[in-house]
C-alpha cells in the first residue's frame, strides 16, 4: 500500500496556493505510507528561479548518515563552491536545503547542472532535474517531512507526493518516490511490478543506469526511454501496459503533462477529480475532500489499462 | 434513472430487508407484504426502535469528532436516527451497525462504509470508496451517488442501493444480498458470486460473473464480457416478478424504460462445480 496525491493547475490564480494544497492532500494519505514521503513541485519559483535550472540532489552515499536540516553537512558545505567551480563562469548558484534533499540552481541549462553536480560531488545522487521541477526524498513520518520541505508554503502549477509502504525495496531516502529519471519527468507508483527485473535487465544492456533497487525506479526509466524516443505520456503509458505485469496505479508527470494509469486488473485504488480550475488525483477521495470546489468537481474512478493524460 | 423513493419507499424495504421481516436478507423469504405499502407504513416508526430508546435525531459532524466516537454511539444506539455530516471520505463510517437504525451520511464517505451492516437503513448523500456494506447481513444500504471498487462484497443478506455507478468488483463473492444498481457496474463484476441478486440498469464491464455459483444477474443494457462460466439464461415470469419487486424496493418504477422485459438474466452455467480435466483451463 501507498498513497499517492498530484494537482495540476488550471488556474493561475491558484498557483501561490500549490504546496499548502499538496500538503492538505499528503495529510490524508499518511495511513497508506508512514514509512517515507516525496515530493515534487513544478514552477517553485523560491527554489527554481526563471530561466534557470534545479538539480535535486541526496547527498552522502547511499544509505549514508542522514542530513540535518539546516545545512551544517560538511557534504552540502563543500557542495556550492565545488558546484560553481565546475561550471562554466562560476554562476551564481541558489543551494535550499530542505531535509535530506538538497535543491541547487544555476542559470544554466540543465544537462550542464547535472553533470557538474556530478563531477563536483560523485557520491552525491541525483533525484531530479529539469527548468521547473524539484524533487524532495526522505524517509520518517510525512507530515514532519513535508514540513522540512516547506511544502506549505510552495508555489507552482503542479506537483505530486508519494507515502511510501515499502514492499520491493529498503526504506531508504533513494528508495523514496518519485522517480524523476528524464528532465522534469516524475513517476509515482503505488504496488508492485512483477517482471521489472527482466526488463531492468533489458535496459541495462541497451546502457540505462540505475539508482536503485526499486521496481518503481524501472517503470520510471522505460518511460523516460519511451518520452527520450519521442512518445508522449499518453504513448508511453500504453507501452508500459503492454511491457510490464503488475499491480500499478500510476501518477506520471513531465513538463507539461500530468498522467495516470491502472493495470488491468486496478485492485490499487485511484480517483480522480476535475474542475475547470484543476486537475487532481490521489489514491482516495479523503485527499481530494478538501479542494476548493470540489462540491462540482466531476469525480471518477480510472478505467483498467485507460491512460488519461492533460496537457497544460 | 427512475424517480427515487421517498422516505416511505425506504421504510417499506426496511419492513422488507431488516429485522422486522425476520427475511434477513435469505432469498425467497424477502417477499414484500402482501398487504401492500398502506399497511406497511402505517406502522409507525417507534416499532422500530429498540426499547428505552429515545425517537430523535443525533447529529456527528466527523470534522469535530471521530468516526470511532460516532460507531461506539452506533453500536450502543441511544437513539434510532442519526445524522453524519462532514464525513469527508473517512473510512469505515456506520461500520457495524447491528440494530435497526436510520443514519443519513450527508457527504462522500470513505472505504468500507456500513460494513457489516445488520439491520441499520443507511443512505449516503455522495460517493463511497471500496466496499461498501461489504459483508452485510441484514438492512438497507443506499448510496446516492457513486461506489468505488468491490460494492457489497461478500454481503450475505439485505438491500444495497447504487443510485449511482458501481466500478470493478461489484458484489464480489455476494452471498444473499441483493444490489442493484442505477447506473453501470466495473468490470469483473459478481466474481465467484454464491448467492443473491445483482440488478443493473446500465451497463456491465468485461468479465461479468466469472466463476459464479449461484446468484442472479439482471443487466438492462449491455454485458461487454460475460466471464467463466456465466452465461445468458431466460427471462421467465418469475425472474420478471422477482426483479419488479427488486426494482420497486430500490425506489424506481418497473415500468416503460424500466420494465423487467427490459432486462436479460445471466447465471451459473454450473459447469465448474466439479472439477473435469477438460475444465483444468478455467480454473
Not at chain 2, 159 to 177: F, P
Amino acid at each position: 500500500m501507498c498513497g499517492i496525491v498530484g494537482l495540476h493547475l488550471r488556474d493561475p490564480e491558484l498557483y501561490p496556493r500549490l504546496g499548502r494544497l499538496l500538503e492538505t492532500m499528503l495529510r490524508q494519505v499518511v495511513e497508506r505510507g508512514p514509512d517515507s514521503a516525496g515530493v515534487a513541485v513544478y514552477g517553485d519559483r523560491r527554489r527554481c528561479p526563471r530561466g534557470h535550472a534545479a538539480v535535486s540532489v541526496l547527498l552522502g552515499s547511499a544509505g549514508g548518515a542522514p542530513v540535518d536540516g539546516e545545512g551544517t553537512d560538511p557534504a552540502r558545505a563543500g557542495l556550492e563552491a565545488a558546484v560553481r567551480a565546475a561550471l562554466p563562469g562560476s554562476p551564481e548558484l541558489l543551494v535550499t536545503a530542505a531535509g535530506a534533499t538538497t535543491v541547487v540552481a544555476a542559470p544554466v541549462d540543465v544537462d550542464t547542472l547535472v553533470d557538474a553536480v556530478r563531477r563536483a560531488v560523485p557520491s552525491a545522487l541525483v533525484v531530479g532535474s529539469g527548468r521547473d521541477l524539484t524533487v524532495y526524498k526522505g524517509i520518517g513520518d510525512p507530515v514532519a517531512l513535508a514540513a522540512t520541505y516547506d511544502l506549505a508554503n510552495a508555489q507552482g502549477w503542479q506537483g505530486l507526493a508519494h507515502t511510501r509502504m515499502a514492499t520491493e525495496s529498503a526504506v531508504n531516502p533513494e528508495g523514496c518516490h518519485p522517480y524523476a529519471v528524464g528532465p522534469d519527468q516524475c513517476l509515482v507508483h503505488n504496488g508492485s511490478f512483477a517482471n521489472h527485473a527482466t526488463i531492468r535487465r533489458e535496459l541495462a544492456a541497451e546502457g540505462v543506469r540505475f539508482d536503485s533497487e526499486n521496481d518503481s525506479e524501472v517503470g520510471a526509466r522505460f518511460v523516460a526511454a519511451q518520452l527520450a524516443q519521442g512518445a508522449d505520456l499518453d504513448k508511453a503509458l500504453r507501452l508500459l501496459c503492454e511491457r510490464f505485469d503488475g499491480f500499478y496505479t500510476l501518477l506520471v508527470t513531465s513538463d507539461d503533462g500530468f498522467a495516470v494509469v491502472r493495470d488491468a486488473i486496478a485492485c490499487k485504488p485511484a480517483i480522480i477529480a476535475e474542475t475547470p480550475a484543476w486537475v487532481a488525483m490521489a489514491s482516495e477521495f479523503r485527499a481530494l475532500a478538501d479542494l476548493p470546489g470540489i462540491d462540482t468537481a466531476r469525480i471518477y474512478e480510472p478505467e483498467p489499462e485507460r491512460v488519461y493524460a492533460w496537457r497544460r | 434513472m427512475a424517480p427515487l423513493s421517498e422516505e416511505a419507499r425506504a421504510r417499506r424495504s426496511h419492513a422488507t430487508y431488516g429485522y422486522e421481516a425476520g427475511a434477513r436478507g435469505r432469498r425467497g423469504e424477502a417477499e414484500t407484504p402482501s398487504g401492500g405499502e398502506a399497511e406497511v407504513l402505517s406502522e409507525p416508526a417507534t416499532v422500530l426502535a429498540p426499547a428505552g430508546t429515545a425517537e430523535r435525531t443525533v447529529t456527528f459532524d466527523l470534522g469535530v469528532t471521530t468516526v470511532r466516537a460516532l460507531n461506539s454511539e452506533l453500536h450502543a444506539p441511544t437513539a434510532t436516527s442519526y445524522e453524519v455530516l462532514r464525513p469527508q471520505g473517512a473510512h469505515a463510517i456506520a461500520a457495524g451497525v447491528h440494530a435497526p437504525l436510520t443514519i443519513d451520511v450527508r457527504g462522500h464517505a470513505g472505504y468500507y462504509c456500513a460494513g457489516m451492516n445488520d439491520g441499520g437503513l443507511i443512505t449516503v448523500q455522495g460517493n463511497v470508496g471500496t466496499g461498501v456494506a461489504e459483508n452485510m447481513m441484514s438492512g438497507v444500504v443506499r448510496v446516492r451517488g457513486d461506489a468505488s471498487q468491490s460494492a457489497g462484497a461478500t454481503a450475505h443478506g439485505g438491500l444495497l442501493v447504487i443510485e449511482g455507478s458501481a466500478s470493478m468488483r461489484c458484489g464480489i463473492s455476494m452471498k444473499g444480498v441483493d444490489i442493484v444498481v442505477g447506473g453501470d457496474i466495473g468490470p469483473m463484476s459478481a466474481f465467484m458470486a454464491q448467492a443473491g441478486r445483482l440488478v443493473v440498469c446500465g451497463d456491465a464491464g468485461d468479465g461479468l460473473g466469472d466463476s459464479i455459483y449461484e446468484a442472479r444477474i439482471y443487466v438492462r443494457g449491455t454485458v461487454a464480457g460475460l466471464g467463466a462460466d456465466c452465461v445468458e439464461k431466460d427471462l421467465r415470469a418469475e425472474h420478471r416478478a422477482e426483479l419488479a419487486e427488486l426494482l420497486t424496493a430500490a425506489g424506481i418504477d418497473p415500468v416503460g424504460e424500466y420494465a423487467p422485459e427490459r432486462f436479460r438474466r445471466y447465471g451459473s452455467a454450473r459447469r465448474l462445480y466439479h472439477f473435469a480435466a477438460g475444465n483444468s483451463a478455467a480454473y
